[in-house]
Structure formats: C-alpha cells, structure tokens
C-alpha cells in the first residue's frame, strides 16, 4: 500500500502560544484514518498548515 500523506515535525505558533508542536503522521491508501482530540487541540490547525504547505 502507498502513502497518501506523509508530514514530520509540523508545528505552528500563534504569538507566544504553540497551537501545533512538532506533529508527525502517516495516512495509508486503504487504512481508514481519524484526527480525533478535544476542542482547542488543534486539530483544524494542523489541517490547515497541511493544505496551505
């Protein structure tokens, strides 16, 4: 199976405040993949900083 996605080491700050730090992952083709956590985890940031890159 491929990679679909692949980043390493992603991370963006906000002034002072680290929204995304140093974030690795890997999506498979064929592999169902979830980005799960609490509201103010980050996760919209980290999809954002994978789609403007």
């Given at each position: 199976m491929s990679t679909?996605?692949?980043i390493e080491?992603?991370?963006k700050s906000?002034?002072?405040l680290?929204?995304?730090q140093n974030v690795s992952l890997s999506v498979t083709e064929?592999?169902?993949s979830a980005l799960i956590g609490?509201?103010?985890a980050g996760k919209t940031t980290l999809s954002?900083?994978?789609l403007d890159s």
């Open positions: 679909l996605l692949q080491g992603v991370g906000f002034g002072g680290k929204a995304v064929g592999r169902l609490p509201n103010g954002r900083s994978c």
